[in-house]
Nanobody
Framework: HVQLVESGGGSVQAGGSLSLSCAAR????????LAWFRQVPGKEREMVAQ???????HYDSTAEGRFTISKDAAKDTLDLRMTSLKPEDSGMYYC??????????????????WGQGTQVTVSA
């Protein structure tokens, strides 16, 4: 399994913005779904945003309109721009690579490469 490195987490007040980045170790240049997941204590890891090979993007309903996922093959990074943050956006955010090729998946088990996580805390 691939180990990735995320950066950009931190603490912010509600309404603020944060940008997360993941060094993708070549996976932005390969076929396969890329995604960001969020996990809070006691709950399953949940998909926040995903991007397919053709560039199509999908978001969880709570992230739609506020978060933007992107990949930069030249820099080999997977990024997540988060705006208008809410306290319920708080959690550990993980980048995921090497997902399904023909489609994107909401299930963590469909991805073979993960980062160590970066904490996002949004205060009211």
């Amino acid at each position: 399994h691939v180990q990735l490195v995320e950066s950009g987490g931190g603490s912010v007040q509600a309404g603020g913005s944060l940008s997360l980045s993941c060094a993708a170790r070549g996976y932005t240049r390969r076929s396969g779904c890329l995604a960001w997941f969020r996990q809070v204590p006691g709950k399953e890891r949940e998909m926040v945003a995903q991007i397919q090979d053709d560039g199509a993007k999908h978001y969880d309903s709570t992230a739609e309109g506020r978060f933007t996922i992107s990949k930069d093959a030249a820099k080999d990074t997977l990024d997540l721009r988060m705006t208008s943050l809410k306290p319920e956006d708080s959690g550990m955010y993980y980048c995921a690579v090497d997902g399904p090729v023909a489609f994107c998946s909401d299930y963590p088990s469909d991805f073979r490469g993960w980062g160590q996580g970066t904490q996002v805390t949004v205060s009211a």
